[in-house]
């Protein structure tokens, strides 16, 4: 419930959701994304149905359409940046707010239900980090806060009893009044450290956490769970990174024996097996594990998102309804078969329900340079540090170069496919990988953020490929990185 008026909006425009054919094309043409139904081991599909009340056949259709959906809304956030106020799904379906009615058409082409909105998600973000700035004068009431695309606005979460006190934080901090909407909660989270979630790990003494993702060397978890330098065991290793509070994310580099996999535990006998990191939208389906409670989904509610632990404000959390207990903490958060983050805190239960909070797990492979294991196997073929192939060129904005060399490879076994972009700061370009069917070319991953730098890291069956580089926008050289099965 909010006590501050929300922004009008002029108007609102819904357009049938479209169903977008792959492009399969050598043309120069920014490709479209192939959005394949989620291969998801049973187990997975039993998780669903007990709490998101989802058949197998629907759990299928509706992962396959969440994906289909987050990968379009990305794709509009690019091509619209002007007027891109945000996008999210609705009961299956994409919706896309934008400022300006001559954006509704590219929403309508990409088949997306298009609605007009008072602010772009570039100004909310400004918005929310004039609060992440300050968030040293949130009062005790205010659990914390998180951009909010389905209305537009920038929520503060906020004890019933106390809203004037989340108004006057956001004034004091200088953000658009105008943008701030308080909500009621009764939140008080946690950072959920004592016992584990995914497989166990121990901390010095004896403190427990849980693994989250795998990667070349170790694997990543919750920051929370130990500083840098930090010893553990089962496995064994040492924390070579650690990040809390501010950011909730920590890299642990294992000892020789220990064999990183990209699987995560479902706690019903069996794995499901990891095949990337493309971010899932606000609305898609996740699941969490945890071997406090086990297998639990839901739904994401926002990105982007700062909560306030005792210990400090960590931002740019994954917010979800999955349920979490204490010993959850570091835990793997997936959206079918691609990783989404690791799990930070939250408040509730699994009895009554709850909110979970997830640090971003491409922030961390960013940050420390890592890159993820997939496809159950052992350590890929190589890292962004430590590739086995190079290639450098030039492009000027909007144009297309191929590698390697112009030309193609062939891998003649199943495994990951690792590709790392850099391009020059400030430019925005975009690394595609396609695999060749007969005389045409598909697109079977892709790594298309607003940043300059992008990682692909696909698991593919044996067959002959080629990445594609597209200067989205600016000018400069590129370095491109790759190592194959």
Known sequence: ?????????????????????????????????????????PEMYAALQ?????????????????????????????????????????AGKLVVGVTDSKALEAVHAAGGQARLVSRTEGHLDAVKSKLDANSALA????????????????????????????????????????AIRVEASEESPQPLIDVIGGNAYYIGS?????????????????????????TTTQPSGTFRGSSFPGNDYAWVQVAAGNTPRGLVNNYQGGTVSVSGSQDAAVGATVCRSGSTTGWHCGTIRARNTSVTYPQGTVSGLIQTNVCAEPGDSGGSLLAGTQAQ??????????????????QPVNEILQTYGLTLVTGGGGPGPGTC??????????LTSNQNAYQPNGGSYTS?????????????????FDLYLEKQSGSTWTVV?????????????????????????????????????????
């Open 139 to 178: 009062p005790a009431t205010v659990p914390g806060w998180f951009v909010d695309p389905t209305s537009n606005s920038v929520v503060i979460k906020s004890r019933p009893s106390d809203f004037r006190a989340a108004y006057r934080f956001a004034a004091v901090s200088g953000a658009d009044m105008s």
């Open 50 to 90: 007990r709490d998101v009340g989802l058949t197998p056949d629907a759990a299928r259709a509706r992962l396959a359409a969440d994906k289909h959906a987050s990968d379009t809304g990305n794709t509009l956030r690019k091509h619209i940046p002007a007027s891109f106020g945000g996008a999210w799904i609705d």
């Open 412 to 428: 003649n076994a199943s495994g990951a496919h690792i590709g790392c972009l850099n391009s020059p700061a400030g430019t925005d």
């Open 341 to 358: 983050g690791v799990t930070s805190g939250g408040s509730g239960n699994c009895r009554s329900g709850g909110t979970t909070y997830f």
């Open 445 to 485: 991953a892709k790594s298309d953020s607003p940043q300059n730098t992008e990682t692909i890291n696909y698991n593919g069956t044996a067959g002959t490929y080629r990445y594609r580089v597209h200067a989205y926008s600016g000018s400069g050289t590129y370095t491109l990185g790759v190592s194959k099965p």
């Open 385 to 394: 540090e430590n590739p086995q192939n190079t290639y450098n060129g030039s």
């Open 206 to 230: 004896g403190t427990r956490c849980s693994i989250g993702f795998s990667v070349n060397g170790g694997f990543v978890t919750a920051g929370h769970c130990g500083r840098t330098g930090a």
């Open 1 to 41: 419930m909010s006590h501050y008026p929300r922004a009008s909006r002029t108007a609102v425009v819904t357009i049938a959701f479209l169903a977008i054919t792959t492009l399969s094309s050598t043309a120069d043409a920014a490709p479209v994304p192939v959005t394949p139904a989620p291969d998801i081991a």
